[in-house]
T-cell receptor
Framework: GAVVSQHPSWVICKSGTSVKIECRSL??????MFWYRQFPKQSLMLMAT?????????EQGVEKDKFLINHASLTLSTLTVTSAHPEDSSFYIC????????????FGPGTRLLVL | QKEVEQDPGPLSVPEGAIVSLNCTYS??????FMWYRQYSRKGPELLMY????GNKEDGRFTAQVDKSSKYISLFIRDSQPSDSATYLC????????????FGTGTKLQVIP
């Protein structure tokens, strides 16, 4: 149980284009989903927290207009990197919290983004 | 000073060895402590979850929390090559759905 998927697992795009990453909780409903970014040899850095049906809460220093988050349903959240630039190249990981009775977040497999 | 400190390693041990992984932290409000295993280019996988101080055992894994010293540990007994991964400690002052602070991870290599 508690499986979280991400799609795509790998994406390469040209600078200036937008990229959408999907995060799905496959066997549970997630009241809250989180988006993280991880640079090589560094820890996970929380970008934003999203609750179904409401606006995402962004961490300090994260541009909300650049990283658009939509938590459309209790099983789906999307992260759109708008006008991507090479410095946005990173490993993006989502996690989902099952809600009441859940112990902790469950992570997706991650999406590797390379902006050329 | 970082809220959570973790030695990045790498740590190389022979197969069958006992591995000790550690983190220290500065925020005394942390109540929930987790260990995640992350294979290369994969998302973190929850290994252990503990609340407050004490020990928790699950198979070959034992998690220890010493809140008085602000120190947590993960022990791996009879280590296997498949245990080779990066181990992340994580902690929170609220139950899982709130902001979790991660360590930088310790890279472990178990040599056959």
């Amino acid at each position: 149980g508690a499986v979280v998927s991400q799609h795509p697992s790998w994406v390469i795009c040209k600078s200036g284009t937008s990229v959408k990453i999907e995060c799905r909780s496959l066997d549970f409903q997630a009241t809250t989903m989180f988006w993280y970014r991880q640079f090589p040899k560094q820890s996970l850095m929380l970008m934003a927290t999203s609750n179904e049906g409401s606006k995402a809460t962004y961490e300090q220093g994260v541009e909300k207009d650049k990283f658009l988050i939509n938590h459309a349903s209790l099983t789906l959240s999307t992260l759109t990197v708008t006008s991507a630039h090479p410095e946005d190249s990173s490993f993006y990981i989502c996690s989902a919290f099952p809600g009441q009775g859940g112990e902790t977040q469950y992570f997706g497999p991650g999406t590797r983004l390379l902006v050329l | 000073q970082k809220e959570v400190e973790q030695d990045p390693g790498p740590l190389s041990v022979p197969e069958g060895a006992i591995v000790s992984l550690n983190c220290t932290y500065s925020n005394s409000a942390f109540q929930y402590f987790m260990w995640y295993r992350q294979y290369s280019r994969k998302g973190p996988e929850l290994l252990m979850y503990t609340y407050s101080s004490g020990n928790k055992e699950d198979g070959r894994f034992t998690a220890q929390v010493d809140k008085s010293s602000k120190y947590i540990s993960l022990f791996i007994r009879d280590s296997q090559p498949s245990d080779s991964a990066t181990y992340l400690c994580a902690m929170s002052d609220f139950e899982g759905y709130q902001k979790v602070t991660f360590g930088t991870g310790t890279k472990l290599q178990v040599i056959p």
